[in-house]
């Protein structure tokens, strides 16, 4: 029997697929310090534990396909907070910001079609992509200007027949890159400019550090109708396992449609939607203290990382990840000699190969992600770990 072409070559996760090994290093009594997921540490608000354990329905009934409306209005109300004019009739709750991006690509475009998307990338938008049958266009960006977008003109070469959306993630993911107001402006005009749908990934927006400020696509009247944006409450309320996140979107059509994508699964989890609704009747002054802790990791982590020789980066503005060029042969030799040879006193560290957040092949075969989501004490630890692995790696470069 043959396997489809999606199922064939559908990329396997950089930042799962070297999980037996670290399992098995666990099984040999090996301590292992996971810098290669975003799965933070901070504790998850006792409010959402609580609605788990005050569900008492006799029945587990289904939910309605877009979501329950008062978490649709919670989401809304958290939104005009930062003055983004939101209803819930605009939110559709999803399985995970994943969900929401793997619609709004099903959404915008057709097997065949083409989606530009800055490189490094969540490395996910590979497999969306492979579901969906689209084609991405990468945008290649550099360390040495921060990961910031180029000049309109730069990337207006990209533009063919067949582009149908530009996706950007701000917070960035891997890079931990912020785009400017100015930044934004020349994408909506490009995208007014060749009827382009505007795909925003902005599941970190509270994770902004040194003053700056996150900016929204939709903060932008202009580009209403064309702008779909993923959203989540993993990372927001440290609830990576319940796997609720929303698509936001103020052109009707493009709501409907997504709307029949998510009648085809049925209902987004009912319990999980109550303990959201939990963690967003917090308010906003939540997460001071928890922007504050990640910016103290961040600094942690990039004071350590630029006094090792040889290692190239970029201070990261938000999110919780930083973006590492090293001197290796191979990313994933590097993370699987991690696993499976290095130990010290009974320690390792794990990251995740950068080629996996690249669409151009060979981009990324010498970076890796790290991701700041262990305590202090912790991650001084891993970080002297990765310092030790490096300076003993068989396939450094010199």
Request: hydrophobic residues 40%.
């Amino acid at each position: 029997m043959r396997l489809s072409e999606r199922g064939r070559t559908i990329q396997a996760s950089p930042i799962r697929k070297f999980k037996p090994y670290a399992d098995q290093a666990m099984a040999q009594g090996i301590k292992v310090y996971f810098l290669n997921i975003g799965d933070p540490d901070i504790p998850t608000p006792r409010v959402v534990a609580e609605a788990f354990h005050a569900y008492e329905d006799e029945v587990l009934n289904y939910g309605p396909a877009q979501g329950f409306l008062e978490l649709r209005e919670a989401i809304a109300d958290y939104f005009r907070s930062y003055n983004i004019d939101l209803k819930a009739d605009n939110v559709i709750i999803t399985v995970g910001g994943s969900e929401a991006i793997f619609f709004a690509f099903c959404v915008v475009a057709d097997p065949g079609d083409e989606i530009i998307i800055p490189e490094p990338f969540y490395t996910n938008y590979n497999g969306f992509a492979s579901y969906a049958a689209l084609k991405i266009i990468p945008l290649t960006l550099r360390a040495e200007d921060g990961y910031h977008l180029p000049p309109a003109r730069e990337i207006e070469k990209l533009i063919t027949p067949r582009t149908r959306a530009i996706v950007l993630c701000s917070p960035n993911n891997p890079t931990g890159t912020v785009y400017s107001r100015e930044e934004l402006e020349e994408v909506i005009f490009l995208a007014r400019k060749h009827d382009l749908f505007l795909i925003g990934d902005e599941v970190y927006k509270e994770f902004v550090y040194d003053g700056l400020s996150h900016v929204s696509l939709l903060e932008f009247d202009e580009a209403k109708d064309r702008v779909i944006v993923a959203d989540s409450i993993s990372k927001r309320f440290s609830c990576c396992g319940a796997r609720i996140g929303a698509v936001m979107t103020r052109n009707e059509e493009v709501y409907q449609a997504l709307l029949r994508f998510a009648q085809a699964r049925l209902c987004p989890p009912t319990v999980e939607q109550r303990a959201a609704l939990a963690a967003y009747r917090l308010g906003r002054s939540y997460f001071e203290p928890i922007r504050r802790e990640y910016q103290k990791r961040r600094d942690i982590l990039y004071e350590g990382l630029i006094q090792i020789p040889g290692v190239i980066l970029h201070k990261p503005q938000g999110a919780f990840y930083v973006n590492v060029k090293l001197p290796i042969d191979d990313g994933d030799k590097f993370v699987f000699w991690l696993l499976t040879e290095f130990r010290m006193n009974g320690e390792t560290v794990m990251v995740a190969p950068g080629s996996g957040f690249y669409a151009t092949p060979g981009k990324g075969k010498d970076e890796v992600r790290l991701a700041y989501v262990l305590k202090e004490k912790h991650l001084r630890r891993a970080l002297e770990l990765f310092r030790v692995a490096l300076e003993n790696y068989p396939g450094r470069r010199h």
